[in-house]
């Protein structure tokens, strides 16, 4: 029984001709989980975009995505000679655009025909090369291998710089440096700023890449929902689960599908900004104290508490006496973070 993400096909894909209609010369992103798409499915949406070059996490992401579209793959995580990786078949090899971030790895591939984006440092300080390191690693590749500079910014919420204001800052020390005209790759930039810089900066061509706003912009086109698999009533002290729980009082036990292995019950580090979050934060550790947190699922217009920790493939929540359930084979709503969940079944509708 199956976790399933619904596509509601028209919306989503309105929503992605908006998105190229504001970002001219778009670089769609296919990496990670697809979004929870899934890779071959938004290499798909990519060729029926019209998109020259699409954008992947790491090398092991090509083969997936190049099966599924036929234009220039651009890998994001930058190439390094010291970092193993699987190999390419050449058809597919020839269709890939490396990001370069050290001058060893400048080094490495100059002369050897690969097309080659050079990164430069920004204030995100992930990965990158210094102005006078750009020179001296654009210096060693051919016209024919170079293919621009990329600049991947912080996200944008609660910076006081704005990532446009950035970008041109640094558009300009390229062009001190005698480094432009040249194609710019960034990140995280806004419509309205890659309208500005163009004005500022005619000789930098922008390339904007874009995942998240591309493909999960519109969170009313994507919705999941899990399968209830199982349904038993409970009697106040019975135990239950792998733990051996005590329940707390009557009620009913709820199996539904969708586990750790769907990305549910997965918790990153969060960064906590204002009041209100700060009192729901805490209300939660107040929960977790007492071993209980709150499920995704929705099931008669709340969300009950889950049973015990999500298993693998399933979930169990345990709803209180007097709560209807629902019955087993049919649906109901989960909130799970798409850039994590791995849905049994994708369906349009």
Not at 156 to 170: F, L, N, S
Request: net charge neutral; charged share 25%.
């Amino acid at each position: 029984m199956p976790l399933t993400l619904h596509i509601d096909t028209y919306r989503w894909r309105t929503h992605q001709a908006g998105v190229l209609a504001r970002y001219p010369g778009i670089v769609p992103v296919i990496k990670g989980n697809g979004y929870g798409v899934g890779l071959a499915r938004l290499a798909l949406e990519a060729e029926r975009l019209g998109a020259d070059t699409v954008a992947v996490g790491s090398i092991d992401e090509v083969e997936t995505v190049a099966a599924g579209f036929g234009g220039r793959i651009v890998v994001l995580q930058p190439h390094h000679p010291a970092v193993p990786e699987p190999s390419v078949a050449e058809p597919v090899r020839d269709r890939l655009t490396r990001v370069v971030a050290t001058l060893e790895a400048a080094a490495k591939v100059a002369g050897s025909g690969t097309r080659v984006i050079l990164e430069a440092m920004t204030s995100l300080r992930r990965h990158g090369l210094e102005l006078d390191e750009l020179a001296t690693a654009r210096t060693a590749l051919t016209d024919d291998e170079f293919e621009g500079f990329a600049m991947h910014l912080p996200l944008a919420g609660g910076r006081a710089r704005d990532a446009a204001q950035e970008v041109g800052e640094r558009i300009a020390g390229l062009r001190e440096a005698g480094l432009l005209p040249a194609v710019v790759w960034v990140s995280h930039v806004s419509a309205d700023g890659l309208d500005a810089l163009r004005d500022a900066h005619p000789d930098a061509r922008l390339r904007p890449r874009i995942g998240t706003q591309l493909w999960l912009g519109d969170p009313d086109a994507l919705t999941v929902t899990s399968t209830v698999c199982d349904v038993h009533r409970v009697r106040r002290g019975e135990r239950y689960g792998y733990r051996g729980r005590r329940a707390p009082w009557d009620g009913t036990l709820v199996v539904l599908a969708g586990g750790t292995a769907h990305g549910l019950g997965l918790q990153a580090p969060r960064y906590v900004r204002g009041l209100r979050a700060r009192i729901a934060l805490g209300a939660e550790f107040g929960l977790a104290e007492l071993n209980w947190a709150r499920g995704p699922f929705t099931i008669g217009k709340r969300r009950p508490m889950l049973a015990e920790p999500p298993h693998m493939q399933v979930s169990l929540v345990l709803l209180p006496a007097g709560v209807e359930p629902p019955a087993i084979g049919s649906e109901v709503p989960v909130q799970v973070r798409k850039t994590t969940a791995r849905p049994d079944r994708v369906v349009d509708h």
